[in-house]
């Protein structure tokens, strides 16, 4: 399975970006997603995780209510809408892939795949 991020960038505070995740490789579509962020100078943090079935969906606290994960199967493609956007949330954005059929979990040690990252920068 491999994951790659994208969409990242530099916005000002209060505005919008969305950030998409590709992944390929067996059975993309039939795994628990995930994003994750980690900010300058501090440990990667859970974000938001969807179950394979896409019934469960977890978020973190933080973003609650401004955050939207999605999620496209016939594109194999999972989204993560990002609105109201604070300067608390600027940070390298990661999408994580757990095993097939699997359920939303928040720690990163259920995740076995990775993709590479991608900027999101929030300015004041």
């Known amino acids: 399975v491999q994951l790659q991020a994208s969409g990242g960038g530099l916005v000002q505070a209060g505005g919008s970006l969305r950030l998409s995740c590709a992944i390929s490789?067996?059975?993309?579509?039939?795994?628990?997603m995930g994003w994750f962020r980690q900010a300058p100078g501090k440990e990667r943090e859970f974000v938001v995780a969807i179950s394979w079935n896409d019934d469960s969906i977890n978020y973190a606290d933080s973003v609650k209510g401004r955050f939207t994960i999605s999620r496209d199967k016939a594109k194999n493609a999972v989204y993560l809408q990002m609105n109201n956007l604070k300067p608390e949330d600027t940070a390298v954005y990661f999408c994580a892939s757990r095993k097939l059929y699997s359920s939303a979990r928040y720690s990163q040690e259920d995740y076995a795949y990775w993709g590479q990252g991608t900027l999101v920068t929030v300015s004041s």
């Open positions: 490789g067996r059975s993309a579509g039939n795994r628990a």
